[in-house]
C-alpha cells in the first residue's frame, strides 16, 4: 500500500530564500508530524497535526519556521528567508492519532534533503 | 521530558544476538517504549514496541524490567543488513503533547563479518 511520501527528496536554495516542503501522510492517519534530521544526528520534533485540533508548535526553532495541513491529509512545511544552518534531512511521518499513552506507531516518509547554500 | 539514553555505538559479527539498552529514568505511567531502525538515507521504521515485561515479535524482542526504568532491544542472529541507527523513543506525556515524543541520538549498530 502507498505510504507517506515527500516532495522534493532533495532541495538546494540560496540563502535567504523561501523554501516549501510537502508531506502526503497515509490515508486514514490523523497524526501528523514533522522532524528535522541534521547530519549523523537524532531526529528534533519540529510540529505536530491531530485532526482538526490547534497544532503543537513547540519543536518550531524559531518564527522562519512554519506548517500547514489542509483538509487534514497534506502538510506542507514552510522555512522562510533560509539560513545555512537549515540544512538538513525534514522528515515528515503520519500515525493513526496521538493519544495518551496509547500506541503511537509513526509511519515515516523518505524525507527531504535541503542544503542552504 | 522522557529523556533517553542509548549507546552511541556497538560493534557486533554475523549471527550474533545483539543487545541494546536504552535508559529512561523519568518515564511517566502511560508512556510506551518504541524502537525505531533508521537505514542512511532513509527514514525511521518501526520495529517493536512495548509498556512492559517481554514483547516479541518476527524481528526483535524488548524486554522491560518492572520499574520501566529502562529497556533492551534483542537482535537475535544479527546479519550485515541488520547494520543500522537504532533509536529508542519514550512517548505518551500526561500533557498528550507530542512534544515528549522526541527521539535521542540513537545507537549506530555495525555488524561485521
Known amino acids: 500500500g502507498a505510504g507517506v511520501s515527500q516532495s522534493p527528496s532533495n532541495k538546494v536554495t540560496e540563502k535567504g530564500k523561501d523554501v516549501e516542503l510537502r508531506c502526503d501522510p497515509i490515508s486514514g492517519h490523523t497524526a501528523l508530524y514533522w522532524y528535522r534530521q541534521s547530519l549523523g544526528q537524532g531526529l528534533e520534533f519540529l510540529i505536530y497535526?491531530?485532526?482538526?485540533?490547534?497544532?503543537?508548535k513547540s519543536g518550531l526553532p524559531s518564527d522562519r519556521f512554519s506548517a500547514e495541513r489542509t483538509g487534514g491529509s497534506v502538510s506542507t512545511l514552510t522555512i522562510q528567508r533560509t539560513q545555512q544552518e537549515d540544512s538538513a534531512v525534514y522528515l515528515c511521518?503520519?500515525?493513526?492519532?496521538?493519544?495518551?499513552?496509547?500506541?503511537?506507531?509513526?509511519?515515516f516518509g523518505p524525507g527531504t534533503r535541503l542544503t542552504v547554500l | 521530558l522522557a529523556k533517553t539514553t542509548q549507546p552511541i555505538s556497538m560493534d557486533s559479527y554475523e549471527g550474533q544476538e545483539v543487545n541494546i539498552t536504552c535508559s529512561h529514568n523519568n518515564i511517566a505511567t502511560n508512556d510506551y517504549i518504541t524502537w525505531y531502525q533508521q537505514f542512511p538515507s532513509q527514514g525511521p521504521r518501526f520495529i517493536i514496541q512495548?509498556?512492559?515485561t517481554k514483547v516479541t515479535n518476527e524481528v526483535a524482542s524488548l524486554f522491560i524490567p518492572a520499574d520501566r526504568k529502562s529497556s533492551t532491544l534483542s537482535l537475535p542472529r544479527v546479519s550485515l543488513s541488520d547494520t543500522a541507527v537504532y533509536y529508542c523513543l519514550v512517548g505518551g506525556a500526561p500533557s498528550g503533547s507530542a512534544r515528549q515524543l522526541t527521539f535521542g541520538s540513537g545507537t549506530q549498530l555495525t555488524v561485521l563479518p
Open positions: 497535526f491531530q485532526g482538526n485540533s490547534a497544532p503543537d
Open positions: 512495548g509498556y512492559k
Open positions: 511521518a503520519s500515525s493513526l492519532a496521538h493519544r495518551r499513552g496509547a500506541k503511537n506507531e509513526q509511519f
